[in-house]
C-alpha cells in the first residue's frame, strides 16, 4: 500500500528566504506526482506535475525534482512572498493498472512567509 | 480553461435531509472524482467515474450517492447524513490517469 509523507508538518521562513518542501512514497512504481497548494477553506490548486520519466520540472519560481529509486520529491519555491503561506501538498498516482486514477495523498505542509 | 465549478458553496442540512452537491467542468475530461476533506487533514477519495461509469467506491456510506449523468456534470446525492459528514466537498476532473483540476469545494454542515 503506497503512503505518502510529507515532512514538516509546518514551517515559517522570512520573506524572500527559498522554500524547500519535501515529498516521500514508500511504493517507487508511480506513474506521476502532483503538487498542489491549499489556501484555507478552498479547493486544491495544482502546481506542478511531474510524469515518472521526468526527474524535475519548472513553473516560475517553483521548482520540482523526482527520485523515483529513494521514494523522494522536493518543491522548491524561490525568494517566497507573503502570498505563498498556504498548505502545500503531493499526490502521488500509483502505477499499477489496478490503482486506476486514484491518487494518494501526503499530510501537508503549512507554510507561513512572514513578512 | 482549467475550471471545476462546484455548487452550492455553503450547505447547511438537518439529518433528514436530501440535498445534492453538483459538479461541472468543460475541459473534456474523461475521469471525475469526489473527495472529503475534514480540516487540517488531506482530501480523502470517495468516488472515481471514468468515461460516465463508477470505476472506484472507497467504502463510502450509502447515505452518499453519486451520479455521472453525462461527462461534465457530475452530482453527490445526500441522503440521511450524520454531523460526523459535516466537511468541504471537493470535486476534481482529469483526462484518465492525468493531471487533476480541483474545484472550489462545498463546505457541508450537518446539523
Known amino acids: 500500500k503506497q503512503e505518502v509523507t510529507q515532512i514538516p508538518a509546518a514551517l515559517s521562513v522570512p520573506e524572500g528566504e527559498n522554500l524547500v518542501l519535501n515529498c516521500s512514497f514508500t511504493d517507487s512504481a508511480i506513474y506521476n506526482l502532483q503538487w498542489f497548494r491549499q489556501d484555507p477553506g478552498k479547493g486544491l490548486t495544482s502546481l506542478l506535475l511531474i510524469q515518472s520519466s521526468q526527474r524535475e520540472q519548472t513553473s516560475g519560481r517553483l521548482n520540482a525534482s523526482l527520485d523515483k529509486s529513494s521514494g523522494r520529491s522536493t518543491l522548491y519555491i524561490a525568494a517566497s512572498q507573503p502570498g505563498d503561506s498556504a498548505t502545500y501538498l503531493c499526490a502521488v498516482k500509483v502505477g499499477r493498472p489496478a490503482a486506476g486514477n486514484k491518487l494518494t495523498f501526503g499530510g501537508g505542509t503549512r507554510v507561513l512567509v512572514k513578512p | 480553461d482549467t475550471e471545476v465549478t462546484q455548487t452550492p458553496k455553503h450547505l447547511v442540512m438537518g439529518m433528514t435531509n436530501k440535498k445534492s452537491l453538483k459538479c461541472e467542468q468543460h475541459m473534456g475530461h474523461r475521469a471525475m472524482y469526489w473527495y472529503k476533506q475534514k480540516a487540517k487533514k488531506p482530501p480523502e477519495l470517495m468516488f472515481v467515474?471514468?468515461?460516465?461509469?463508477?470505476?472506484i467506491n472507497e467504502s463510502v456510506p450509502s447515505r452518499f450517492s453519486p451520479e455521472c449523468p453525462n461527462s461534465s456534470l457530475l452530482n453527490l446525492h445526500l441522503h440521511a447524513l450524520q454531523p460526523e459528514d459535516s466537511a468541504l466537498y471537493l470535486c476534481a476532473s482529469s483526462q484518465p490517469r492525468d493531471e487533476q483540476f480541483f474545484g472550489p469545494g462545498t463546505r457541508l454542515t450537518v446539523l
Open positions: 467515474y471514468s468515461y460516465e461509469k463508477l470505476s
